[in-house]
């Protein structure tokens, strides 16, 4: 006689799903540009002698991580020659972004910042904008790869990834670089040539990943085949005609069409939605910006911020998005929406405690981790709540949109946290971080009550 397993490990199975492990190695192609054009390339620049306002304005690359959604209707609609045929619409882009990244890394590699600025600059734009592209394509492939109830784990195992690639696109450059500098008091750019190159090469895992899994079997539903065939006819009985109706058309169905389908949708709710995907994450994005003076400030080592806050709390972010995908299968997306949501405001009250205790390393080791585990749990439920917004024919597009909502107010607010801090003191900056999260809860309680509304 055989015995069910038990409720929670029949939860955590989802994980051994295909598709779900390939966004591993997917969200580390994802995770490693990022820190490659920004964060590591500042200390980079700096290192080369590049002027500190030059660095800073330099920072604006990652503009095109914001902006994503204004080319995302051609992700989502144009075919590419020759690669959408053998590949299918999602993976063609996939490689193509990724192929993309690869080669300009491997320029970067190859350019001393010393001495050729403006190339490497051009090299770090190329990456940004194939690795805001490849964020699109993916987005749309995971949304459209598995059902609601994988999302989380899909979601879950996308973070680890990207988080593992953060590890090594920041503190493992930075090991790279510093084994084989054979002058560390002075600046050498063959050390930095050698630790891009190997980041160059490390896009091989999602290269490799791309080929390996299949691309998602997904079509225009009737509603959206009559919608945008009334909106042709539409056009016709205008007098538009010959190439002039296919521009208008294709402009029709794959810029308009995603934002017109949200609202036709969700109807008074999609402001609702707007709203709460507007300011979920806003307690971890305004306090984020001040955790790093605030260890400096409590007199807290690099070494003990390196192995603390980067390396370990990474760690407990991966294990909370892993437990984020599982609680969002067995309890549903909303109630582990809400959850996160509270999670991540009170953690913040931890930093408060923290503050009044000065330098305390057993309790950073607590604060991050509480910290850092609340942030996956509460990142796995978002990501799979915008999934479920989305309709698959717009995916890539939508989704764009709603990812870049999500931080465009907190980062904005996020800008004004040091005056803050300055005013009032780092006890009240955390206390304030986490009461602006109130609102969230509320909003996260009024679209759970509109979406049981609906399905009664």
């Not at 509480?370 to 999934?387: E, K, M, Q, R, T």
């Amino acid at each position: 006689m055989t015995t069910a397993p038990h409720p929670w490990l029949a939860a955590f199975k989802i994980y051994t799903n295909p598709r779900v492990i390939g966004m591993l190695f997917l969200g580390f192609s994802a995770g490693l540009p990022l820190l490659l054009i920004l964060g590591t390339l500042s200390f980079w620049l700096r290192e080369a002698g590049i002027d500190r306002a030059t660095i800073g304005h330099l920072s604006w690359v990652g503009l095109a991580y914001g902006f994503k959604w204004v080319w995302a209707p051609l992700v989502d609609r144009l075919s590419l020659p020759l690669l959408t045929r053998w590949l299918g619409r999602r993976r063609a882009w996939l490689l193509l972004s990724q192929c993309v990244i690869a080669a300009a890394l491997f320029g970067m590699a190859n350019t001393d910042p010393a001495l050729h600025l403006q190339h490497t600059v051009w090299l770090a734009l190329a990456v940004a904008f194939a690795s805001a592209t490849q964020d699109i394509a993916l987005d749309a492939y995971r949304i459209e790869a598995v059902s609601q109830e994988k999302q989380g784990a899909m979601a879950a195992t996308y973070q680890a990834g990207y988080r593992l690639a953060m590890i090594t696109a920041g503190a493992g450059v930075l090991w790279i670089a510093s084994a084989v500098d054979a002058t560390p008091g002075s600046y050498d750019f063959a050390p930095w040539r050698i630790a891009y190159l190997v980041m160059a090469a490390s896009m091989i895992v999602g290269i490799l990943t791309t080929f390996t899994i299949r691309e998602p079997e997904v079509s225009l539903t009737s509603a959206t085949r009559e919608q945008e065939a009334r909106a042709r006819a539409a056009l016709i009985r205008r007098g538009y005609s010959g190439r002039l109706l296919g521009v208008l058309a294709w402009i029709y169905g794959a810029v308009l069409s995603p934002f017109l389908d949200f609202v036709r949708r969700f109807g008074w709710q999609a402001l609702l939605i707007l709203a709460l995907i507007a300011i979920y994450r806003i307690s971890d994005v305004v306090m984020g910006v001040m955790s790093n003076p605030f260890y400096v400030d409590m007199g807290y080592t690099k070494d003990e911020v390196a192995t603390v806050s980067k390396v370990y709390g990474v760690i407990m972010t991966i294990a909370g998005a892993g437990l984020g995908g599982v609680l969002t299968a067995r309890m549903g997306v909303m109630r582990t929406l809400f959850l996160g949501a509270v999670l991540s405001a009170a953690t913040n009250l931890l930093f408060v405690w923290l503050a009044g205790l000065g330098h305390d390393v057993s309790a950073l080791i607590f604060t991050v981790s509480a910290d850092n585990l609340s942030a996956g749990i509460a990142s796995s439920a978002f990501v799979a709540y915008l999934s479920g917004l989305t309709n698959t024919a717009y995916s890539a597009t939508q989704y764009a949109l709603f990812s870049s909502v999500m931080l465009l107010l907190p980062k904005f607010i996020a800008g004004f946290s040091g005056d803050f801090v300055d005013a009032y003191g780092y006890a009240n900056f955390f206390t304030a971080t986490a009461l602006i999260g109130v609102p969230v809860l509320v909003l996260v309680w009024l679209a759970g009550r509109a979406r049981l509304s609906d399905k009664l």
